[in-house]
């Protein structure tokens, strides 16, 4: 089933793709300190760079150019 998308839709996601992302506010002095509090997990650390190094040698299918 093949739908065609209307130019309405088209020019609203071109819209939205180009519009800036930024934050509503700033944090607030609680949500700054809780992030600063927060402790990265090593074996979380470790597997982002592991995923990070695999999807850059990636050849074939998915492979970014």
């Known amino acids: 089933m093949s739908e ?11 819209r939205e793709a180009s519009a800036s992302h930024t934050a509503d506010r700033p944090p607030t002095p609680e949500e700054e300190a809780a992030a600063e509090g927060n402790t990265l997990d090593p074996e979380v650390s470790e597997h982002e760079k592991e ?15």
Do not use: F, L, P
Not at 54 to 65: F, L, M, Q, R, Y
């Open 4 to 14: 065609e998308v209307d130019e309405a839709t088209k020019t609203e996601e071109a």
């Open 51 to 65: 995923m990070g190094k695999i999807g850059a040698e990636v050849k074939g299918e998915g492979e970014i150019d």
